[in-house]
């Protein structure tokens, strides 16, 4: 019993030396290697702690460098601030915080039990300046610093690490965001009425208004000095404009006699014999005039030949002349001469005095008198109006020439259309136009007649300032009205003689439209006076014609205000200014750059992403959101070349632009995925050389800035940018629309369908991203954070903050 | 004999779980970690905030979009700057030359 006793203390002492050797062992072990690992182990911990901060800040940076009213995206802006009111180009040492605790690093380090006593520090260096004066925008970086230490009693362990990110800084607004629609080229459907474009502005603020410029270039080759756009109003569409109404004054629409249609914006008429500056000679040939005469001769020469009943078609040239001779003869032989005999009279004046191959009456008494009585009784009457009641412009597409509406095919009306031989078939109007001169069509863009683009919207109340050669267009239907007289005739001019009383009913004279450069005519001469009854327009012309002076900006009225190239606010009467009222685009005195050398720039130093192929920009920027495909937005982005396909995407996110320095454009429906009013999202897509190709998507909603402007630009349109319709019927751009051409009419199918419609929505958005939409502050501004590290360093021990 | 070698080595076993016992009974995470105090800013979660405004949007063309009265700040200087054609001649030789650089 005692031995086994012994054994028990013996195993219990072995136990308790052994532990006391552990202990000791484990307490010298600490104090030397176990320290040093474990410094080591700390430092490895606070380092990987103070990266995990960092890329936490990073993270908080790129979501709150772009959300307005964080203390974050507040010190991005300071650059502008700081530019703005010192001129100051770089800010240096901007210390955007330096007390941040990372938050989701802490509580890594909770959770692991490790005590953790970390900050952070953000520090901005903004160093260059976009070096184009239209783009504002910087080059910066942000050094970031976490400094994280081991907390509690105990040594005092402390890592600092430091890394920098890139920063591109931007302001998103240019000059050609204040355009709905900027069209450089010559477009032959501006007045497609089977094609329509409709233009909706911004709600005009003050002297915040869209801007539309419709160009010239690459006119058709033609004679005319006038290289215009002549846009044609209508009554429906403009009748409620203030523009409308002052210029023509009209509470309903007016008629030439109560038995005509109503369709005149004015309807007057003047004593003929009042005008001035014509000759009685320029109606010699007057063929209404003529008719009168040649039926009073035949009359005459009937009665000599004993003719008792009148032939259904009166004699003309040789054969009234023989028939004249016969009948002079007939009454000579009964011993009647111009002494005693009327018709002897008129057909011995008609004989002796008609000209130039029985054409000519101007020497011929009877034709004199018979055209002093009209000239005494003649009654100019004329009426204005639009080119939708002169032409059936809905039943023909272009380039047929639309056929007269039935009423203009009455005598009186016919100044403008009337289809005969004479105007080629094609009526007065398109074929003064359409004449050559020189060689070369005289202006085959006159004679486009038709209904304008609705350049104030679908219910045109949304006024918008054009800029441009353009010019709005309606047209006077003019003619010398029908009157009933009595003249005698016969007599010698001493009063002596057989006098005959004749009841003359010369038939209304249409004033066909002439060019001002064809031969002079009563026509085409300048009268003594002006025939238009308002002041804000002149007509000197007898002719039926187009009244094509007056600004297409004269529709808004007596006052518009807009800020001038200079960014200064002005007003300005559009119906008294003289047309056009800016010939060029708007832009800064002096600077006097051609519309088609407008572009945009993009400084390729502030880009955020540059990508060789649109394939690679698509596998970076494409992504899953919210379980739909959507692109990601983040600044100005630059892809060299290869067409960008976009058909399949259509939500986008983010707030920038796309610049495809070569290659096409394929998209369909494109969407923000975001409410615009809390995130201000964005897209701009611009084409150096492309053009954006609509996707079989019908109708199709775009809420993006298309641009498309070549450079350098092309001498044809095959090699310029445009948006190529592909048959759409519907199509929708809520942003604006910037193309070198723009044809809503095009061969084959590139071109809308019959009756389709392209809208262009001016987007706020676009317009001025710094406005208060909604009752929230936007921001125009954007932030990108450059992906990589470009600058790291550890520091052990060291503290820099 | 044999009875005894497992009375140690149980006896062992027994003495090294208690001392294990102690030690981790004496462990304890230091008492100085501070509770981490996050300021406003730095609390909001911006992406969910947004994530809660986003809407389903019909793709079909819609109405004239209406976003009621709009305040417009005087536009930015820049905003009248058009280049000239130097300008426009030298950003495109720098695309030219940032093209060589990408392919």
């Known amino acids: 019993m005692r031995r086994r006793r012994g054994f028990i203390l013996y195993v219990v002492l072995t136990v308790l030396f052994a532990l006391a050797i552990l202990a000791f062992a484990l307490n010298s072990f600490k104090s030397g290697a176990v320290v040093q690992l474990s410094r080591n182990i700390d430092q490895n911990r606070l380092a990987l702690l103070a990266q995990s901060a960092n890329a936490e800040v990073v993270a908080r940076l790129r979501t709150q460098a772009n959300t307005a009213d964080s203390d974050i995206s507040k010190a991005f802006r300071k650059i502008f601030e700081l530019y703005s009111t010192t001129g100051v180009e770089s800010l240096q040492n901007y210390v955007i915080f330096d007390d941040f605790i990372p938050e989701k690093t802490l509580e890594i380090a909770q959770e692991a039990g490790y005590p953790l006593d970390i900050k952070c520090k953000a520090v901005l260096n903004v160093n260059r300046k976009a070096p184009f004066k239209s783009i504002s925008a910087y080059n910066a970086y942000v050094d970031l610093y976490a400094q994280a230490n081991r907390d509690g009693s105990g040594e005092k362990i402390t890592i600092e690490v430091h890394e920098r990110r890139e920063v591109r800084i931007s302001d998103l607004r240019h000059y050609l965001d204040k355009y709905v629609l900027f069209v450089k080229n010559y477009s032959p459907d501006l007045n497609n009425p089977h094609r329509r474009i409709v233009i909706e502005g911004i709600a005009n603020s003050g002297p915040n208004i869209s801007r539309v410029y419709l160009g010239n270039n690459l006119y058709p080759d033609s004679a005319d000095p006038q290289k215009n756009i002549w846009l044609d109003i209508n009554y429906d569409d403009h009748s409620n404009k203030d523009g409308f109404k002052e210029i023509f004054k009209i509470s309903e629409l007016q008629q030439f006699s109560d038995k005509a249609e109503k369709v005149l914006f004015y309807s007057g008429e003047k004593v003929f014999k009042d005008f001035t500056n014509i000759t009685v000679d320029q109606f010699f040939q007057v063929a209404s005039v003529k008719h009168v005469y040649e039926n009073l001769v035949n009359d005459a020469s009937n009665a000599a030949n004993e003719i008792a009943t009148k032939p259904d078609k009166n004699l003309v040239g040789s054969d009234l002349n023989a028939h004249c001779i016969n009948g002079m003869n007939k009454l000579k032989s009964k011993g009647a001469d111009s002494s005693n005999s009327a018709a002897y009279s008129i057909c011995e004046d008609f004989v002796k005095n008609v000209k130039s191959n029985y054409s000519d009456y101007s020497q011929c008494k009877g034709f004199v008198q018979i055209l002093n009585n009209c000239i005494m009784n003649w009654k100019y009457r004329y009426g204005y109006l639009d080119a939708e009641n002169v032409w059936k412009i809905y039943d023909k597409e272009r380039p047929n020439i639309p056929d007269p509406q039935n009423w203009v095919n009455a005598q009186s009306y016919r100044g403008l259309s009337e289809i005969s031989d004479e105007f080629n078939k094609r009526g007065p109007y398109v074929n003064a136009f359409l004449k050559e001169k020189d060689g070369k069509v005289y202006n085959p863009e006159r004679y486009r007649v038709g209904r304008m683009l609705s350049l104030f919207g679908e219910d045109n109340k949304t006024n918008v300032l054009v800029e441009g050669p353009v010019f709005m267009r309606f047209f006077k239907i003019a003619f010398l009205d029908e009157f009933t007289d009595i003249i005698e005739i016969g007599a010698k001019s001493d009063g002596s003689g057989e006098m005959l009383k004749k009841q003359i009913n010369p038939e209304p004279v249409p004033m066909p439209t002439v060019r001002l450069d064809e031969d002079k005519s009563f026509l085409n001469t300048k009268l003594g006076s002006d025939l238009s009854p308002s002041t804000y327009y002149n007509d000197y012309y007898m002719m039926s014609c187009a009244i094509d002076t007056l600004s297409v900006n004269a529709l808004i009225g007596t006052n518009v205000k807009f800020y001038d190239g200079d960014g200064k606010s002005k007003a300005l009467n559009p119906i008294t200014t003289p047309a056009p009222t800016f010939l060029n685009a708007l832009q800064k005195t002096g600077a006097n750059v051609p519309a088609s050398s407008f572009s945009r720039l993009i400084d390729l130093q502030t880009v955020t992403y540059n990508y060789p192929e649109s394939s690679d920009f698509l596998k970076s920027r494409v992504a899953e959101y919210d379980g739909k495909k959507t692109l990601f937005i983040d600044g100005i982005m630059f892809i060299e070349s290869g067409n960008l396909d976009l058909s399949d995407i259509h939500y986008f996110y983010g707030k920038g632009l796309i610049y495809l320095r070569g290659g096409d454009c394929k998209i369909g429906n494109m969407q923000r995925c975001r409410n615009e009013i809390q995130t201000g999202d964005s897209l701009r897509i611009y084409l150096q050389h492309g053009d954006f190709r609509l996707t079989a998507e019908d109708p199709i909603l775009i809420e993006a800035s298309l641009g498309a402007f070549t450079y350098p630009m092309g001498s044809d349109l095959s090699s310029q940018g445009s948006l190529v319709f592909n048959g759409q019927s519907q199509v929708k751009i809520l942003g604006n629309l910037l193309v070198d051409y723009l044809y809503t009419q095009d061969a084959g199918s590139y071109g809308l369908k019959k009756d389709g419609k392209l809208i262009v929505q001016h987007d706020p958005f676009i317009y001025e991203p710094a406005a208060k939409i909604g009752g929230k502050q936007q921001d125009p501004y954007h932030v990108s954070i450059g992906p990589v590290r470009t600058s790291f360093a550890i520091n052990a021990g060291g503290k820099s903050f | ?103």
């Open chain 2, 1 to 103: 004999m044999d009875k005894r070698r497992w009375i140690i080595v149980f006896s062992v076993f027994l003495c090294m779980t208690f001392a294990l016992s102690l030690l981790k009974s004496f462990y304890r995470p230091a008492e100085n970690i501070k509770k981490v105090v996050v300021n406003d800013v730095k609390k909001q979660n911006y992406s969910s905030k947004i994530k809660n405004d986003d809407k389903k949007r019909d793709l079909l063309p819609a109405r004239i979009k209406d976003y009621g009265e709009i305040q417009y700040p005087e536009p930015a200087p820049h905003t009248f700057a058009v280049e000239n054609s130097v300008s426009i001649e030298r950003n495109e030789a720098e695309m030219k030359y940032r093209g060589k650089i990408l392919k």
